[in-house]
Nanobody, 119 residues
Framework: VQLVESGGGLVQTGGSLTLSCTAS????????MEWYRQPPGKERDLVASITRGGITNYADSVKGRFTISRDNAKNTMYLQMNSLKPEDTAVYYC??????????????WGQGTQVTVSS
């Protein structure tokens, strides 16, 4: 199983980016999916989460600016980021709880994608 993020880049303050995270491999089902971020020199923190049924939660710092969504048929999760601020600069990681055929549930991480917001 592999999670691959894409969509990061450099954007000016107030700009927008959309991140994607696609799971591939021997997947039976995907339960909760989450976006985390890790600013330079800081810990990795939860940004947003979404259940398989579409229930979402957000960190206070991104509420009203970021939108998490998923396409279960494509095993893909998205993070639409609007009104970006310099403090949103970080490496963004996706995490998913995945059921592999015959192997049970495990958590998987993507490799991360860099988001840089210039002032």
């Amino acid at each position: 199983v592999q999670l691959v993020e894409s969509g990061g880049g450099l954007v000016q303050t107030g700009g927008s980016l959309t991140l994607s995270c696609t799971a591939s491999g021997s997947i039976s089902s995907i339960n909760g999916m989450e976006w985390y971020r890790q600013p330079p020199g800081k810990e990795r923190d939860l940004v947003a989460s979404i259940t398989r049924g579409g229930i979402t939660n957000y960190a206070d710092s991104v509420k009203g600016r970021f939108t998490i969504s998923r396409d279960n048929a494509k095993n893909t999760m998205y993070l639409q980021m609007n009104s970006l601020k310099p403090e949103d600069t970080a490496v963004y990681y996706c995490n998913a709880r995945i059921l592999r055929y015959g192997l049970g549930w495990s958590d998987y991480w993507g490799q991360g994608t860099q988001v840089t917001v210039s002032s």
